[in-house]
């Protein structure tokens, strides 16, 4: 049970935004958002990570809804090295999960030129 | 900088056969280690996770098994393969403050066939 909804899959064109949504309606108070994503053919890797404010780095913005219900990733110019499948994750909370993650079924975003 | 390798990168064993998947971490010490399995499709199942050399926590009953003899080196085994073994797995590593911030960082993964 990953706990998190998100699309099955999305388009964005070339150096255009992309928001990709999730939806974790049952989350708790203490459990933090984490994104990563899987190019094909390789391991996942980190994106980004929150809890109520949002975030910004190098690679990418996260805006968490003021009930913490949901939250969406936003590419803020997309290039065709971003295509892949991206995976919102609600940690583990029960203060004992040591990094587990629980990874769903992702969105696969592909990216036109 | 540290990195972390797995071995071998492609796979194909007949059904029966034992299996030996070895993933090592350079350049950190005390990782927590992590292997995850990915069948056909997307979405990765955890199968075992270890804070420290000799332990082994298994998420998921299976025919498959863990090992950590050594800081930086997580070994997935079994002793008879199952065709629903197949899959692309991935070993992970994390420092081990135990905060649940702590980033995962993965492997290139073994794809595993059985035939």
């Known amino acids: 049970d990953a706990k998190t909804t998100q699309p099955n899959s999305m388009e964005s064109n070339e150096e255009e935004p992309v928001h990709l949504p999730c939806n974790h309606s049952?989350?708790?108070?203490?459990?933090?958002i984490h994104w990563y994503r899987q190019l094909p053919s390789q391991g996942p890797e980190y994106v980004i990570h929150?809890?109520?404010s949002n975030v910004n780095n190098r690679m990418a913005s996260l805006a968490i809804a003021e009930d913490r219900k949901s939250s969406t990733l936003i590419l803020h110019r997309a290039t065709l090295r971003d295509a892949a499948v991206y995976y919102c994750?609600?940690?583990?909370?029960?203060?004992?999960?040591?990094?587990?993650?629980?990874f769903g079924q992702g969105t696969i975003l592909t990216v036109h030129p | 900088s540290q990195t972390i390798h797995q071995w071998p990168a492609t796979l194909v064993q007949p059904v029966g056969s034992p299996l030996s998947l070895e993933c090592t971490v350079e350049g950190t010490s005390n990782p927590n280690l992590y292997w995850y399995r990915q069948a056909a499709g997307r979405g990765l199942q955890l199968l075992f996770y270890s804070v420290g050399i000799g332990q082994i926590s298994s998420e998921v009953p299976q025919n498959l098994s863990a090992s950590r003899p050594q800081d930086r080196q997580f070994i997935l085994s079994s002793k008879k393969l199952l065709l629903s073994d197949s899959g692309f797995y991935l070993c992970a590593w994390s420092v081990s403050s135990g905060r649940r911030t702590d980033t995962q960082y993965f492997g290139p993964g073994t794809r595993l066939t059985v035939l």
């Open positions: 929150g809890l109520t």
């Open positions: 049952t989350i708790s108070g203490t459990d933090y």
């Open positions: 994750i609600r940690d583990n909370a029960g203060g004992t999960s040591y990094g587990k993650l629980t």
